[in-house]
């Protein structure tokens, strides 16, 4: 065994594992809450992406202030998804929202390929230096990633544990006519939820976009990607995403290195699809109600 181009690949693994963290986290977060699937997420992360190739590269305004304007306006987008393609149809049937959010999801791609053109951006990155131990590449943006990854998740779960905000999420993924009752405003919760999840999303296109080129229809793949990683992990379990993302990106990277690159993501599916037979709550997943309890 190639020793170097191992560790190379691990690391490229452990990249992608960070993406799909990120990702993941969102839709089980907004799952864990609302009980509904957004399937408008990857767009999200695509319209993340697609604002830091447009602030810095035509803009022409820095990495970190193009990282803040991505990341409020990707929650801003989430509150604006939920008011008028969840709410409005939530109470009739779950498989509407699927319906209005795919629909969303559509006109998301087709909108950015006709403003911005189908063709892959990227940007100059804003820390060009590599490492380079035991011989392997390690870019400084590529360990950016992992320091954004760290610090989201870890804010998040301090978010979800210690505040007003966290408890009442809890409460109202637990049962929601319940949490209306004590005075919660659930409506708010669910804009909060949205945002928060569509936050993250944009946080990931920001990674995509830092260690790759990016296309209007780079959420499609990853929205799959971040489903299958949810249901292994459990729907609701935002610490079991962080660790099926993981080990997805790095078993990924291996398996498209020694086994077959072309079918690198049908082994994420054929993962899926044993943890449902064997495990149908998922690896980290509860039969009670709300598995974000013990997120």
């Known amino acids: 065994m190639n020793w170097h181009i191992f560790g190379q690949q691990l690391w490229n693994g452990v990249l992608n594992g960070a993406i799909y963290v990120l990702f993941a986290s969102g839709v089980s977060l907004i799952f864990g809450v609302m009980r509904v699937i957004n399937m408008a997420h990857g767009e999200v992360a695509m319209l993340g992406a697609m604002s830091m190739y447009e602030l810095m590269a ?3 305004l820095g990495f970190w202030p193009s990282v ?5 306006a ?3 987008i989430g509150a604006v998804v939920n008011r008028i393609a969840v709410q409005p149809v939530v109470k009739s049937s779950q498989l509407n929202v699927l319906l209005t959010t795919l629909a969303l999801s559509i006109v998301l791609v087709e909108g950015a390929t006709a403003v911005l053109g189908s063709d892959t951006k990227g940007i100059k990155v804003p820390y060009r230096h590599v490492f380079h131990p035991f011989g392997l590449n390690i870019p400084m943006s590529g360990i950016l990633v992992l320091i954004l990854m760290v610090a989201a998740m870890t804010g998040l ?3 979800l544990a210690r505040t007003r905000f966290g408890r009442m999420a809890r409460a109202t993924g637990e049962n929601t006519f319940g949490a209306q009752v004590v005075g919660i405003n659930t409506r708010r919760v669910y804009d909060y939820t949205l945002a928060l999840g569509s936050l993250l999303a944009g946080l990931a296109g920001v990674a995509v976009i830092l260690t790759s080129d990016a296309t209007p229809t780079l959420g499609q793949p990853l929205l799959l990607i971040g489903f299958a990683t949810v249901i292994v992990a459990g729907i609701g379990s935002i610490s079991g995403a962080v660790v099926v ?3 997805f990106g790095i078993t990924g990277a291996m398996f498209g290195q020694y086994v077959s690159s072309t079918y690198s993501e049908a082994y994420i599916y054929a993962t899926m699809i044993v943890v449902l037979l064997l495990w149908p ?7 009670r109600a709300n598995p974000l309890i013990a997120a």
């Open 58 to 60: 035509k803009v022409g």
């Open 68 to 72: 803040v304007i991505t990341l409020v």
């Open 74 to 76: 990707a929650g801003v």
């Open 157 to 159: 779960f301090l978010f």
């Open 245 to 247: 993302g993981m080990w």
């Open 281 to 287: 709550h998922g690896l980290f997943g509860q039969r």
